[in-house]
């Protein structure tokens, strides 16, 4: 069920995101990925990039970034 309340957020499974300010100095500018949706509503679990453990934040915490950039610079 998480992650279908995570697809209804507007990040499915994967998407890139970037932590906004609002989450802390500890976290500010952080990018990672989604992983799924979290216990609570309006919840994410995603593992922030250089990270191994999965971390919950607001929706209001994260911003989606535009894959377009990374593939890219993969090809």
């Given at each position: ?7 209804h ?13 609002e989450?802390?100095?500890?976290l ?12 609570y ?21 994260v911003?989606?970034?535009?894959d377009?950039?990374?593939r890219?610079?993969?090809?």
């Amino acid at each position: 069920m998480p992650e279908s309340a995570c697809t209804h957020l507007g990040f499915p499974p994967g998407s890139r995101v970037q932590v906004k300010p609002e989450a802390g100095a500890r976290l500010a500018g952080k990018t990672g990925r989604v992983i799924g949706g979290g216990f609570y509503p309006r919840s994410l679990r995603l593992v922030l990039d250089g990270s191994k453990v999965p971390i919950t934040l607001h929706v209001n915490y994260v911003a989606a970034i535009d894959d377009e950039i990374d593939r890219v610079k993969s090809d």
